[in-house]
């Protein structure tokens, strides 16, 4: 662990201000435009501009990044994703804000790739297991830390904060003395083909995006609604992540020795009677306490659904199909960031509780039927932290990803 960290420093750094980054501006919109006077539909078609935008970046990005190499893309994407932060300084209209959320969707799923090609390229075999853990914290540490520093701060300092940030994350690349790896674009498993492998996977993937999106964006309004100040509203998120973040290690330990749609399923009948309870208002006046085990039941799920589907993957196909269920993921949490605002907006915190329970009953639903038809699969592998925040290819780090992605198949 130890060498771990002293070997890769300076990416763990400059992915700790990306995830940074990320976390603040992402829950600073949704405070700032509800004070200058968004709806929260305007809000959640406003924060649906990123995982549009992120779409487009899984496909697109990878392949810049292969055409001009890591460090030109990286400087690329970080300018423009500074950009996007400082112009929501300068313009106060949904139409421009909306735009740059999309820029910034587009970039961000970039750079993680960038940065995680680079640390695979550094990483042996030896300390892989070590970088896994210390990456997963890194990433639900800096979302964290973001989303914390919105209730310390005004909106001027707290988006060229986030400038800073991006900028500040390329010095780890532009002053690394190992040269930057090659890459190859990986081919995407079809989505048609991959739900006939693993529909579980494929729906609670989606599914899950939805519920994600609806922490990530309207968490912080759903505490503005409940009358809490903006450090209060933020504090719910900030509770949330770590919470989701505590249990990832003990759910895939759980889901490494029984059937993970088991585990899947459980977390989802909890999630779906502790939302219920937060809409008839059981908790009243202890949401804290409800968003803390909502986030311990709902955030682990894609973590689970991706490790479901690798367990019946040959080794080659693991880097194309978490592809696929990343494209998957964003287009549930595309439904999810308007979804859950208008859900908010429309029938208020009840509502969106609901809302939640509805999603989370789903999922189970989903688990218990694929439980019913077929077996679990004999030969599993180890379920791997994946965090909440941004788009994390865990399979970049897997023993064998290099040769999938090499290969081709």
């Known amino acids: 662990m130890i060498r771990a960290i002293r070997d890769n420093w300076a990416l763990f750094a400059g992915m700790m201000m990306l995830m940074m980054a990320n976390g603040l501006l992402s829950t ?17 078609v406003m924060q649906a501009g990123y995982p549009v935008g992120a779409l487009a970046g899984c496909v697109i990005a990878p392949r810049l990044v292969e055409r001009v190499g890591h460090v030109r893309a990286f ?13 929501h300084l300068v313009t106060d209209d949904a139409v421009s804000w909306t735009a740059m959320r999309m820029l910034a969707g587009f970039c961000f799923p970039g750079l993680y790739v960038i940065s995680e090609g680079w640390l695979n390229a550094k990483v042996d075999n030896s300390q892989r297991a070590a970088v896994l853990s210390i990456y997963f914290v890194v990433q639900t540490g800096g979302a964290a830390a973001g989303q914390a520093l919105v209730g310390f701060g005004g909106s001027t300092v707290l ?16 002053l690394s003395v190992k040269p930057a790896p090659d890459y190859v674009v990986p081919e995407r498993l079809p989505f048609a083909r991959l739900l006939g492998v693993s529909p579980t996977a494929v729906l609670g993937a989606a599914l899950n995006g ?27 998120l900030v509770v949330g992540t770590i919470s989701g973040a505590a249990v990832q290690f003990p759910v895939g330990w759980l889901s490494d020795r029984i059937d993970r749609r088991l585990v899947i399923l459980g977390l989802s009948v909890l999630a779906t009677l502790a939302a219920f309870a937060g809409a008839v208002g059981v908790f009243a006046g202890a949401e804290v306490v409800l968003v803390a085990f909502l986030a311990a039941t709902v955030l682990p799920i894609y973590g689970l659904c991706v490790a ?61 039927i694929r439980r019913v038809q077929t077996d ?3 030969d599993t592998g180890h379920a791997q932290a994946i965090s909440a925040q941004g788009t994390q290819m865990a399979a970049m780090l897997h023993p064998d990803a290099g040769e999938a992605a090499g290969d081709g198949s």
């Open 28 to 44: 600073l919109l949704s405070i700032r435009g509800s004070a200058i006077g968004f709806s929260e539909t305007v809000i959640g």
């Open 75 to 87: 400087g690329a994407l970080a300018s423009l994703c500074s950009v996007a932060a400082v112009m």
């Open 159 to 174: 988006f060229a904060i986030t400038s800073v940030l991006i900028s500040l994350s390329l010095i780890p690349l532009l």
């Open 210 to 236: 939805v519920s994600q999106a609806g922490f990530y964006v309207a968490l912080p309004l759903y505490g503005l609604a409940l009358g809490k100040s903006v450090a209060e509203a933020t504090a719910l």
């Open 308 to 368: 479901h589907c690798n367990d019946q993957l040959r080794p080659s196909q693991i880097v194309p199909a978490s592809g696929t269920l990343v494209l998957v993921l964003n287009a549930g949490i595309l439904i999810g960031a308007f979804g859950g605002a208008f859900v908010l907006g429309v029938a208020g915190p009840a509502g969106f509780m609901s809302g939640l329970a509805v999603i989370a009953a789903l999922t189970a639903a989903v688990a218990l």
């Open 376 to 378: 679990a699969p004999e």
